[in-house]
Structures are given as C-alpha cells and as structure tokens.
C-alpha cells in the first residue's frame, strides 16, 4: 500500500529556470494540499486541490507558482524563473475527504535549491 | 491572526527522563489541533488530533492534551527512538487549512 509518491526528491535548479515536482496521492486520495517548508520555519499551507479542481490557493505566490491536480496523473507544483528565495522543501500531502481530521498523509518532500 | 507557537525549541533528555512540549495558539474559532512527528529528511507523520478543551489522547509513551488556549505533548519515560522533531498544527473553522509551529527538536539520549 503506497504511501504519498513525490518526485523528485532532489532538485537543483539555475536562477531564471523553471521546476516542476510532482505528486502522487495515495490511492483512493482525491484531496491534494502543498506545504513549504524554508529552513528554521514552520510548514507553510500552498494550495489545497480536488481533482481537477483549486479549492484554496490563498498561500500561494501570486507570481511564478501555479499548481494542478488533472483527472489523470499526478499533481505537479510549477514554478517559473526560480529564485534563491525558492530553496525550500516542498510537501505534498492527501486525505480521502475534504473536512478532514487533520489526518494527512504526507510524502518525503522535494528539496529545491536554486543556484 | 491564527497563529501557534511551540516551546522549547529544541529540549535533550536522557532516556527514561518525562517531560512536556507545549503548544500555544491562537485561532479564530478552533476546528482541531494537531500534532504530529517529523524525522530528518522525511515527512510528517500523523500522531493526534484534539478537538475540545479537557480533551486527552495517548499512544504509548506519548499523551497529548488541550486547554482553550495551548496543548501539551507528554512523553513519558522516552526512548532514544523517540527523537524526532514534534509539530503542533491548528485548523480554523471553515478551513481546509492547517497552521503550523515550527516545532520542538527532541533528543534523547541513552
């Protein structure tokens, strides 16, 4: 029974470039959230998506970042011309339901460093 | 704004030693209050959630509790495998959200 998949789990990345990480729910997970997590501070709430769907994008970058969870396939967090701002390790985590108990399933992270 | 804040940062026991981590929030209207554990390199893991006020969980050495305005994390008698870093989130009514602390570092010692 697999857990949350993230890919990759390492990135590096040059300023002005573009990085893509991936996530895969655990299965029977139709709810997607991406926290961030900077060095010395606390997880960071992204974005929250359904399938095919953005329910809540209110702690995401209005610029550069964007986020998607298609009928088929994983959910991808994109961001455009990187920063070094941007280093940071990225979670992704699923639940089964929407109203959830705060039970979230969380995978091992993507760490971007930008050069 | 909601908010929480965790204390101490980092904390070393010896093995067998208890102690307490704490929790502090502010939220505008509670939905739940969560802890969960992290190990280096990896994601968090789901320990408790707390809903109301005199509300207590426990799973094995670890008992969580929760007043109207902070949690506590006891653990009792820990064992070096329960280093870790301990997250304390909350979720406000009418959010999907949650609110992170940036943790307590735990390290114990045998």
Redesign the interface.
């Known amino acids: 029974n697999a857990g949350v998949m993230q890919n990759p789990r390492h990135l590096v990345r040059r300023r002005g470039q573009e990085a893509r990480l991936r996530c895969s729910p655990m299965k029977g997970h139709s709810h997607v959230y991406w926290y961030r997590q900077l060095p010395e501070e606390g997880l960071k709430f992204m974005v929250y998506l359904q399938k095919e769907n953005i329910i809540d994008e209110s702690g995401m970058p209005k610029e550069r970042f964007s986020a998607e969870f298609p009928k088929e396939g994983p959910s991808i967090l994109r961001i455009q011309q990187v920063v070094r701002g941007d280093s940071a390790a990225y979670f992704c985590a699923s639940s089964p339901t929407g109203y959830n108990t705060g039970e979230l399933f969380f995978g091992e992270g993507s760490r971007l460093t930008v050069l | 704004e909601d908010q929480?804040t965790q204390s101490p940062e980092a904390l070393r026991l010896q093995e067998g030693e208890s102690s307490s981590l704490n929790c502090s929030y502010t939220v505008s209207g509670l939905r739940?209050?969560?802890w969960y554990r992290q190990d280096p390199?990896?994601?968090?893991?789901?320990l408790f959630?707390l809903y109301s006020a005199g509300e207590e969980k426990e799973k094995e050495r670890l008992k969580a509790t929760l007043t109207k305005k902070e949690s506590f994390l006891h653990i009792t008698a820990p064992k070096p495998e329960d280093s870790a870093t301990y997250?304390c989130?909350v979720?406000a009514r009418g959010?999907?959200?949650?609110?992170?602390?940036?943790?307590t570092r735990l390290q114990v010692f045998p």
């Open positions: 929480v739940g209050l969560f390199g990896k994601g968090p893991e789901f959630t997250l989130a979720q959010t999907d959200k949650l609110i992170f602390g940036t943790g």
